[in-house]
């Protein structure tokens, strides 16, 4: 399931003028109360009933069986085109479904039948795919330039084609494949969450509650007392060092595995693999978090200033948080705000933030596939500031499909490289928070939005830290150099220590590598985190420079799917070239003036 974090509003009559009024906080019970309005109503989004939606999966194997057979048979440009007409039929009925029942279950996760009926129309899915992409692959270059010939329309699926055949020289053989299947047990992907949810941990006393320093970890994080938030991390890092011994020697399994597995597909190593899926290449990632860490004295020197940003009582209700969000989106046009304020609109039930009991616990997801219902989800919104941040990134990314949808976007290029499409939910993030900046009314409050406008915009230095972190525990253990916990936080001490001042505050922060779930389940993820924030703040500053040209390029952009490389969409549409060498060190430069400018 592709989705990620989120929220809601009632703003659907509710005019931009109107909307860009500041907004005042509420009492916690008012929070409560407002939240229950925003459920999902997806009888009226996707299928009137559970029966409904039984019956309508034929419309998917059907088509599959009809894209299987006519993959079987590709012999002229119209079998071809059909194909393609029938793919894009396919999936997005299969998409309806597989949102269909991942929301019945984040909303109820006693309903696991659901996610067993979308892995069964995923498979037939995917091989129907699987057989378009060999029929192709097969074809030579003439063969598909006559193809386009004769019908022009094939020409729009051409950098599909080319990616099919990309990817084929890294796919395996059925004997590989037996290989991978063995080896893919050993990654940390399925035994991970089990240990860490079998962690205890120490409470922390707040408010004359006790707070559990894992469990209540949002909580803590947002106080107003620094003693608070400084005990609650110590007890963090405490409960998962308990276990520090097993989980290095998991780090180190999956680590070696997943180059295993990268070897096999005829990459040089995992980070290999994980850069020709970005569409860069391993020199120019190091080169990129390696100029990054030269500003990183920036960053250190406004840690030291700054108070924590969103440690603040302040709480809007759900219709507050997203009147501000939908406003915030003003600057990108009304067009793009009007899909904001649908989106958010509990009448329309698009957005379930409402909490409660057997729900998946996300902090927040939204749908990506343009299908027509973008939704959103959140596992309880609570009115914190870090709330309108998911709220306004999640919203970002459902609006994006909408937009492919309205635009006529093909299936095939409705999903990306995994930081391009992140790189539009952060921008949101500081569209929201300069809004709120703007907007505050006392000066505590505009201190209070100043700090953390400006900490978002800082963010690639945490993302970045991550990332070279784990690319630095990925060359170790290739290279023999780590296998001990011990050796584990010495290297992330000594890699993450360029891009944050917390090494030098929290020695614990060395153990870092035990917390980030992404270098277990889903390795070199990291690179989307800093490669994303690093683009967000390039577009940012775009739309500073001027807005009215920015704001056309950029629903563009936003517009027309992925329908080629990440760097040739973005020198096309906004100007710029994010493999030039002199990309990274322009974007931070600009960053530092930015931030002089916010203190001035």
Request: charged share 25%; glycine share 6%.
């Amino acid at each position: 399931m592709n989705l990620r974090w989120t929220c809601a509003v009632a703003m659907l009559a509710v005019s931009a003028a109107a909307a860009a009024q500041p907004v005042t906080a509420a009492e916690p019970s008012a929070v409560d109360r407002d939240t229950q309005r925003y459920r999902f109503k997806l009888e009226r989004n996707f299928f009137p009933s559970p029966e409904a939606e039984a019956a309508a999966r034929g419309e998917v194997l059907r088509a599959a069986d009809e894209l299987t057979a006519l993959a079987g048979k590709l012999d002229s440009a119209s079998s071809l085109l059909k194909a393609f007409e029938v793919d894009d039929r396919m999936q997005r009925l299969f998409r309806r479904h597989d949102l269909y029942h991942f929301l019945r279950y984040a909303t109820d996760i006693r309903r696991e039948d659901g996610l067993r009926v979308a892995d069964e129309l995923r498979g037939k899915v995917r091989a129907a795919r699987q057989a378009l992409r060999r029929a192709v692959t097969a074809r030579d270059d003439a063969w598909i330039s006559s193809a386009i010939t004769a019908q022009p329309t094939l020409a729009r699926y051409r950098f599909w084609i080319d990616t099919a055949r990309r990817e084929a020289r890294h796919t395996l053989g059925p004997e590989q494949q037996a290989v991978v299947s063995a080896l893919e047990p050993l990654l940390g992907a399925r035994d991970y969450p089990r240990i860490v949810s079998a962690l205890k941990f120490g409470t922390v006393e707040a408010g004359g509650r006790r707070l559990d320093a894992s469990r209540d970890r949002s909580e803590i994080e947002a106080s107003p007392s620094p003693e608070v938030r400084r005990e609650g991390e110590r007890q963090l890092f405490a409960g998962y060092a308990s276990q520090r011994e097993l989980l290095a020697h998991m780090l180190v399994q999956t680590i070696e595995v997943h180059d295993a597995i990268a070897r096999l597909k005829g990459h040089g190593s995992a980070l290999g693999e994980a850069t020709f899926g970005a569409y860069v290449t391993p020199a120019h990632f190091e080169a990129v978090l390696a100029e990054v860490a030269r500003h990183g004295a920036t960053y250190k020197e406004w840690q030291r200033k700054a108070a924590d940003p969103f440690a603040i009582a302040r709480r809007w209700t759900a219709s507050q948080a997203a009147a501000a969000v939908t406003a915030s989106a003003a600057p990108l046009g009304p067009a793009y705000q009007r899909e904001y304020a649908d989106l958010l609109d509990p009448k329309l039930g698009r957005a379930d933030l409402a909490g409660g009991d057997h729900r998946l616990p996300m902090m927040g997801t939204a749908s990506v596939y343009p299908t027509g219902s973008s939704a959103i989800y959140m596992n309880a919104f609570e009115g914190g500031l870090l709330d309108l941040i998911v709220l306004a990134h999640e919203g970002g990314h459902a609006v994006q499909a909408q937009l492919m949808f309205r635009n006529g976007v093909p299936m095939a290029y409705a999903a990306g490289p995994g930081y391009f499409t992140e790189s539009f939910g952060r921008f949101q993030e500081l569209l929201l928070l300069d809004h709120l900046h703007g907007a505050a009314r006392t000066p505590e409050e505009k201190k209070r939005m100043r700090d953390a406008f400006a900490a978002r915009l800082l963010s690639v230095f945490p993302s970045a830290e991550e990332a070279s972190v784990e690319l630095a525990l990925h060359k170790a253990v290739g290279e023999g150099k780590a296998r001990t916990a011990d050796e584990l936080d010495a290297i992330t001490a000594a890699s993450g220590a360029p891009y944050s001042v917390e090494y030098e505050r929290t020695p614990e922060r060395r153990g870092l590598w035990q917390l980030a779930e992404g270098y277990f389940m889903a390795p070199l993820q990291e690179l989307n985190d800093a490669y994303a924030s690093l683009l967000s703040i390039r577009y940012f500053q775009l739309y500073r420079r001027d807005p009215k040209a920015f704001r056309a390029a950029y629903l563009a952009l936003l517009s027309n799917g992925y329908s080629a490389e990440p760097g040739q969409l973005l020198q096309r549409h906004l100007g710029f070239d994010m493999m030039a060498p002199e990309f990274t060190r322009e974007t931070m430069e600009a960053l530092e003036a930015q931030l002089e400018a916010l203190y001035r």
